[in-house]
Structures are given as structure tokens and as C-alpha cells.
């Protein structure tokens, strides 16, 4: 694999069905990865992989539910088998859910941290044991602004997305000296279905997105500020602006973070008194 190239690189990518995963997949497939496309959704992650190969593109698709350890491993197994080798695990699926800690149920914070937190640490020993025995390899856990600042009324994604990026930056530390690279995305606000398909406690996704004073980015421009920090081997990978300057004010200072959080929650409790 040429440095700082995806070309013929062996990719696997968790959620590629739908959203930010499903344009890193198309997007891995235009700059000519060997794309493996998995999702708990096996139609939906075929249908990704068959577009990247009428595009001129190699992929191909597989069922896959992140919370199943055994079922990652017989995952990258099959991909070492046919590929020879694993250079890249986007462990990207994930799920959302919002409202108060005080309104939200035991099981939705079980929901979120198995897909969120154990599906990552699922997939990222299992390629991590098998990275290490080749010598190389790149393991990119999708987190978020979410796990650099926290996010007021949703408290099971933060504490998820901050466990992804003390693992990344663990694991990183661990795997230098054998080859091994690994990276924490922290987007801000992208343009995809998330929303669409979080859980929501005595709260609505209208009220909930009307919350948000930032613009959402464009799922692509998103996928390629990803995949070049990949490509530069960038430990925390943080984007657009305004995350980066949140983060800097929070490293700086981390009353700033809790202040910007209790904005939200008063907003919140505001609107939901008047409705």
C-alpha cells in the first residue's frame, strides 16, 4: 500500500449502508480501495457495494451487527483471507439518543454503548491482533465533537464517543512502535440520518435539531476532511472550524464546554415548558 494513498488498500467499514459511512464507502471506491461493506442492514450495504462496482469500483457487502464480537472476527477473517491483508477498519456504525439523564432508561444507555463503545472495541482488537501480526495496518474510529466537549441531552452518545477517542488515542500508544496507526474522528454537525433514526426521551428530533446553532456540514466534504487526516496520520481528527475552536476553548479552559452545555439543556427545558 503506497503511503498516504488509498489505492488498492483493503478497507473495511462498519454502518456503510447509510450516511457518513455510506459516503466513505463510494468515496474509498473512487479513489480505488477494495472496499468491504458491512451493516446490520445487509441489503442496504449491498446496494452501497453493487453502486461502487457499476462506478468502476471494487467492494462487496456483508452483514454485520457490531455488538457480536465472534461475527467481527469471521468479518475480518474472511476479508484477510480473500485480500491477504486489512489496512484500514472505519469502525463508523453507531446510533444516537436523546434526552435528559433523568427521563432516559437504563436500557437506551445500554443500546447506545454496545453499538457505540463495545462495537468499536470489538472491531478495533480484532483488526488491531490481526494489524499487528502483518506489521501494519490504520484503525479509524469514528467519535465526536461529542467526545471532546460533551453534549448536553445526550449523555449516552457523549460518554460513548469520549470512551472511542480515550481508546484511539490508548491504542495508538500502544501500536506505534509496531506498525500500527490509529485515529479518532471528532466531526461536528454532518448532514446525515442520524437524527432520523435516534431514540428520543421526552424530547422531539424537530426541538432537538432546533437546539443546534451550527450548520450542518455536507456529507462528501465531510468524508474527504476525513480521510485526509487519515491520510496525514493525524492522532485527534477534528473538523469544520468552529469544532476545532470549541475543542481549543474546552483544552483551554473546560467550564467553557459545561457553560455551552447548560445553555442547551435551559434552551431545552425553555421550549418544552412552553409547549
Same mark, same amino acid.
Given at each position: ?14 454502518? &456503510? %449502508?447509510?450516511?457518513? &459511512? +455510506?459516503?466513505? =464507502? ?25 453502486? @461502487?462496482? +457499476? ?53 437506551? /444507555? ?7 463503545? /463495545?462495537?468499536? @472495541? ?20 469514528? %467519535? ?7 453534549? %448536553? ?32 474522528? =471528532? ?15 421526552? !424530547? ?17 466534504? !465531510? ?19 468552529? !469544532?476545532?475552536?470549541? /475543542? /481549543? ?6 467550564? @467553557? ?19
Amino acid at each position: 500500500m503506497a503511503k498516504g494513498s488509498f489505492e488498492d488498500a483493503v478497507a473495511v467499514v462498519t454502518g &456503510g %449502508a447509510s450516511g457518513l &459511512g +455510506k459516503a466513505l =464507502c463510494e468515496e474509498l471506491g473512487r479513489r480505488h480501495a477494495r472496499v468491504v461493506v458491512t451493516d446490520l442492514q445487509e441489503e442496504g450495504a449491498r446496494a452501497v457495494a453493487e453502486s @461502487i462496482v +457499476k462506478a468502476g469500483g471494487r467492494a462487496t457487502a456483508a452483514a454485520l451487527d457490531v455488538r457480536d464480537a465472534a461475527a467481527f472476527e469471521r468479518i475480518l477473517d474472511s476479508t484477510v483471507a480473500g485480500h491477504g491483508r486489512l489496512d484500514y477498519l472505519f469502525n463508523n456504525a453507531g446510533l444516537a439518543a436523546v434526552g435528559e439523564v433523568q427521563s432516559l432508561p437504563l436500557d437506551i /444507555w445500554h443500546r447506545v454503548l454496545d453499538v457505540n463503545l /463495545w462495537g468499536v @472495541i470489538h472491531g478495533a482488537t480484532a483488526a488491531y491482533a490481526r494489524m499487528v501480526r502483518q506489521g501494519s495496518g490504520h484503525i479509524v474510529n469514528i %467519535a465526536s465533537l461529542a467526545g471532546l466537549a460533551g453534549a %448536553a441531552l445526550s449523555s449516552p452518545y457523549s460518554a460513548s464517543k469520549f470512551g472511542v477517542v480515550g481508546l484511539s488515542l490508548t491504542l495508538r500508544a500502544e501500536g506505534a512502535d509496531l506498525g500500527i496507526k490509529v485515529s479518532a474522528v =471528532c466531526p461536528g454537525f454532518i448532514e446525515t440520518s442520524i437524527f432520523d433514526n435516534s431514540s428520543y426521551t421526552d !424530547a422531539t428530533q424537530e426541538g432537538m435539531i432546533g437546539l443546534i446553532p451550527f450548520k450542518f456540514m455536507d456529507v462528501d466534504v !465531510a468524508v474527504r476532511k476525513l480521510l485526509q487526516g487519515v491520510e496525514r496520520n493525524r492522532p485527534i481528527i477534528v473538523f469544520p472550524f468552529y !469544532a476545532r475552536f470549541l /475543542w /481549543w476553548l474546552t483544552r483551554l479552559r473546560p467550564q @467553557i464546554g459545561v457553560d455551552v452545555n447548560r445553555k442547551t439543556a435551559r434552551a431545552f427545558r425553555r421550549r418544552k415548558a412552553k409547549s
